[in-house]
């Protein structure tokens, strides 16, 4: 038995104001771009089931284009008749009782099944039985919900488990309502042929679970995700015993790159002639400009730094600042930097109480003239 393990894909995700050729954000296509690409695979490699495990849509009441990539995607599997089943994650759960769930739509699908109802659910075949647990809003609610499942364990078929939660405090995301798994219950993992999971964005094994994964995210939704390896899990289950001929493969896609370079401002020329920008083409670029003064943040503009790299898609920088006292503090996102902030900011730290009103007030005359002339956002 073959099973291809997917997750959070978050259709309709954008960032970086980047546009492509179509006049559709660049990120948010290469999500679905991404999408497309695990959808190729299942034409090719025809498991015997489709499992995804949550967060489809990057938001409950995803746009019009994401929802029509999603149905174009979704007849593509289901004429396959590869059985899909598929749960929803919080990003696609509605929290409150006002929006009807998004993953509604896909019920007329003959192979899919959703469950999407914060409640746990069952699908079962001849050979095998799902065992659904969508994202809760009510955690209370969650050691009902694992009972049930519990006592739903069918022998003489593979029992797999379903979820998109938190399993330990390693795999939070940060994220408002997510759902951590009951530490007290993780003796279920044990009673099932495989515990796919959703939520965490990195592929791997958790902890001493030999059979519980999350499969990641199939792009990253922020830059402080620095895999830049993205994919999916190919599952072969065979035998009569738990475990038996039991083999977890991660399949990589292609997805476009980050690649971090650095810069530092005490050796600005020097650094500048030994930067490498051979492997930035079509890359999402971060430039981390280190031992920066503030007199330095005003004379470096944005611009000068982008164009070093012209064939990259988007270039972010991250400021780094060293005070007197040798500490150094970070500035991200130079496009929304205000450089007189932080200019006053340092004033503030370096100058007497009195002196700083002075200072203060031709400080901003000066960056007002400034202002006037010039142009950093470009």
Known sequence: MKILHFSDTHLGFSDLETLNDANINQREADFYDAFAQVVAKIKEI??????????????????????????????????????????????????????????????????????????????????????????????????????????????????????????????????FGEWVFPREKEEIFKKMDYVALGHWHGFGKVGKHENVYYSGSTERTSLNDKRNTKGFILLTLGGDTLFDAWHVEFCPIKIRPVIQKEIDAKEYENSLSLLDTSDTQDAIVEVRLVNLTPLQSIEIQNAEIKKLFPHAMNVSIKREFIHDGGTASYTDDVATLSLEEVFLEHLKEQSQESEFARLKEKTQELFAAYEETNDDTL
């Open 46 to 175: 025809r498991p015997d089931y489709i499992i995804h495990t949550g967060d489809l849509f990057h938001r409950a009441s995803p746009s019009n284009r994401a929802i029509a990539f999603a149905l174009e995607q979704f007849k593509i599997i289901n004429d396959l008749k590869i059985p899909f089943i598929l749960i929803a994650g919080n990003h696609s759960t509605p929290r409150t009782n006002l929006s009807a769930p998004i993953l509604q739509i896909f019920e007329n699908f003959e192979n899919v099944y959703v469950a999407y109802k914060q409640k746990y659910e069952k699908i079962e075949f001849a050979d095998a039985l799902f065992h659904a647990l969508p994202h809760m809003n009510d955690e209370t609610q969650a050691l009902s919900q694992i009972e049930l499942c519990e006592a739903a364990l069918v022998e003489g078929k593979k029992n797999i488990l379903m979820m998109h939660c938190s399993v330990g405090a390693h795999y939070l995301m940060a994220e």
